[in-house]
């Protein structure tokens, strides 16, 4: 089924329908399988229509009665057809309508239609007697006429783009409610292949790095080796450190966190060894270090690469022996910690330069855990993000919300660094800054996160508003320069006139006029040309096209 409602948000769609209104004064309406317009909501006074049918019909009961009837009963017989699309009369008998299928596997999804336009003008009967059914049905006899006589006629240059333009707004809602489809079924058969574990004490993860962490952190928990953490910022070390030693025979005892980074030198020895009383200045007691602390516990090392060398030695004395003498004391102490390191940092390098101890690095690299980056495992991104949004909505007290479709491309599309954190701070960001709406949309997300483009390889393809622009720009900017070409010989070079039809500035159509080189004794000369080929038997001119310069 087609997200209707997300296509709002697609920009080539969007462009699409504003040109196609623009150029052609044509309404595009998206039907749904059964033939419900999914575009249109009859309460939405604000509306304007391009179409001045649209704007005359559609704003009443009786109008809007009639033409969505209408596009009802087209869908049916379109559904059953097997053309992809129809130019077929319109309900009045005097405009065309063209419509285009939305189609996958061969299965029809609903229709674009683009209402309406006429082909030369409006022959007086035909008029005469649509006006008279529409007063039947209570409609302004007098409006509805000024209104038909308002529709466009496109000559049949612009027909051709215009059905082409319809027809790309078919196939761009196929290609998005693919590439939807193919990423829900990959985290879906994702999910199933790992019917596993969706979490682990406070670590939240479906994906085949997480399930792996899990099963590393089964055996390592109930052993008392020590263990070095591993990853990138914010990738949960922490939270794996905690996870160890709750699940360890440790758990009743207490863990001790020391960030290595934050050591002040000095301190270090009274901090980690503690001191007894009278050691030094200040010292007007005993006081515990953060290893006595730890005792019959778990001893977390984080930022271990910060460390310095002096500290590094100390350190590993007392991981060798076992014991440690408090400053000032004399008698050394026994003590029973485990000992959890982490770090973001390349200890390997380190070693090379000769920043870190070798020694200390094999004391503490008995068991190795790398913590696999968020850009690594991006199939956990919508269990981590409904983990997020539960807490924060429960945490400021508001309905829980739902991020949209198109928020959730681009979030996937975004390189996550690490990094959970920034993931748990963008969704905490999402929730206040969305208000009372219970959705967030894309317009929302941060803009290094909007303005993300999806890389090859991750995630499942390319974002297609990308992949397609350059064929849409190609394809615009030949209307255009057809559009203006057409327009300048019809209306005799006369700028403003033609400016003012096609709703631009006159310095606007100035400049697409140098930028498309439609110099004016050019193309005399080339309309020359023309029709003396035809006269002579019919050769294309220089569009490539058959004689269609007038
Ligand atoms: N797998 C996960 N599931 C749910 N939340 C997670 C997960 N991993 C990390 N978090 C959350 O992300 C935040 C960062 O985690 P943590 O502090 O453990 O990361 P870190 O690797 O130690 O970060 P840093 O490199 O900044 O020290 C925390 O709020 C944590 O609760
Ligand atoms: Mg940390």
Not at 88 to 107: H, I, Q, R, W
Not at 449 to 477: H, N, P, Q, T, Y
Not at 488 to 513: D, P
């Amino acid at each position: 089924m087609i997200n209707w409602e997300e296509l709002k948000h697609i920009h080539v769609i969007r462009k699409l329908q504003q040109i196609i209104g623009q150029w052609f004064y044509a309404e595009v309406f998206f039907l749904d399988e059964r033939g419900n317009v999914r575009n249109y909501d009859p309460y939405d006074r604000q509306r304007e229509f391009k179409n001045p049918l649209c704007g005359n019909l559609l704003p009443k009961d009786q109008g809007r009665e009639f033409l969505l009837n209408f596009f009802k009963e087209t869908s049916e017989r379109f559904s059953q057809d097997k053309e992809n699309s129809w130019v077929m009369n319109g309900p009045l008998g005097f405009e065309k309508v063209f419509a285009s299928k939305v189609t996958l596997d061969g299965e029809y999804l609903g229709a674009v239609i683009a209402y309406c336009h006429v082909e030369g003008s409006v022959p007086a009967d035909k008029l005469q007697a649509a006006a008279q059914v529409m007063e039947q049905r209570g409609m302004d006899r007098e409006l509805f006429e000024q209104a038909a006589q308002k529709m466009k006629s496109l000559n049949p240059a612009e027909v051709k783009y215009f059905y082409e333009l319809v027809a790309l707004v078919s196939q761009e809602i196929t290609t998005f409610h693919t590439e939807i489809s193919k990423r829900e079924a990959r985290i879906h058969a994702l999910s199933n292949q790992l019917e596993n574990r969706y979490s682990y004490n406070q670590m939240i993860g479906k994906s085949k790095p997480m399930q792996e962490l899990y099963s590393m952190l089964d055996k390592v928990s109930s052993s008392e080796a020590t263990v070095l953490i591993q990853g990138d910022n914010g990738t949960g070390k922490e939270l794996i450190a905690r996870s160890v030693h709750f699940n360890s025979p440790r758990k009743t005892a207490a863990f001790v966190t020391v960030n290595c980074s934050a050591f002040n030198e000095n301190l270090l020895d009274s901090e980690l060894f503690g001191h007894v009383k009278g050691s030094f200045t200040g010292a007007i007691k005993d006081k515990k270090g953060l290893f006595e602390s730890a005792h019959n516990g778990t001893l977390f090392l984080d930022e271990v690469g910060d460390m310095t060398l002096t500290m590094q030695v100390k350190l590993l004395r007392v991981l060798q022996q076992g014991t440690l003498t408090p400053v000032g004391g004399t008698e050394e102490r026994k003590i029973d910690v485990r000992v959890i390191a982490a770090t973001n940092r390349d200890l390997k390098a380190m070693i090379e330069e000769g920043t870190f101890r070798e020694d200390l690095y094999y004391r503490i690299n008995v068991i190795n855990i790398q913590v696999p980056a968020l850009r690594d495992r991006k199939e956990d991104l919508p269990v981590l993000i409904d983990h997020f949004l539960l807490k924060s909505c429960k945490e400021k007290e508001v309905p829980l919300k739902q991020i949209t479709a198109r928020a959730m491309e681009k979030i996937f599309d975004y390189q996550w660094p690490g990094n959970i954190r920034e993931l748990e701070n963008e969704v905490e960001r999402l929730v206040v800054l969305s208000g009372t709406d219970p959705k967030v949309g894309p317009e929302l997300l941060s803009p290094r996160i909007r303005d993300a483009v999806a890389s090859s390889g991750s995630g499942g393809g390319k974002s297609m508003s990308f992949k397609f622009a350059g064929k849409l720009k190609d394809a615009l900017e030949e209307l255009e320069k057809t559009m203006i070409k057409e327009g300048l010989r019809r209306t005799k070079w006369n700028k403003s006139k033609l400016a003012k039809e096609l709703g631009i500035s006159r310095a606007g159509l100035i400049m697409k006029v140098d930028k498309y080189g439609l110099d004016k004794r050019k193309l005399m000369r080339d309309a020359e040309l023309a029709a003396a080929a035809a006269a002579a038997g019919g050769i294309p001119n220089g569009n490539g096209n058959k004689g269609e310069a007038a």
